[in-house]
């Protein structure tokens, strides 16, 4: 069995939980809190586990610690390969690749709670000020997603094709948050019809930051 060390409310550990889902792995998971008494994955002991103080961390049965969440994402659909999160065709593959890091790379990195964080606590920014900076870099790059979804016959059910891949495990959780913080998304029809869909799945419903046992 694996252990997923992870947030309930963290974007990356969200991606994580909705692929364990999907190809039906059971894990146990070990809650770490990214703000109570200063954060507790700034502990020794979640450092030891990963020196960035990020969640999540995949514990593997022989005890190995893998991080970053496409990359962990990519470790379980190497080694349980149904269902599929990741086409087999280079060209598909790079789609979803590239869809996925749209959020996961461009998007997230500079909308994250270390990043809101600085933002207020070292650089004075308002709350108003920095809720505007989160949803104006989350908006931007959900357009871009919007575009590339409208402008390719390989968007289907779901971003790529009639069965969810490694882009919806990253699309659900920036929904999650974009809706928290009141984006603007009336222009994202295709996004939020697909996200519906995902929505519609078991997998996704119980990978959802409430239904977790840390849940606040």
Known sequence: MYRLHNYYRSSASYRVRIALNLKGLAYEYVPWHLTRNGGETARPEFLALNPEGL??????????????SLAIIEYLDALHPTPA?????????????ALAQLIACEIHPINNLRVLQYLTNRLGVSEADRNAWYRHWVETGLRAFEAQLRASDATGRFCHGDTPTLADCCLVPQIFNAQRFGCDLGFATETLRIHANCEALEAFRTASPERQPDAE
Do not use: I, W
């Open 55 to 68: 969640v999540p961390v995949l514990e593997t049965a022989d005890g190995q610690h893998l991080t970053q």
């Open 85 to 97: 999160l990741l086409p087999g065709d280079p060209l598909e593959r790079a789609r979803v690749q």
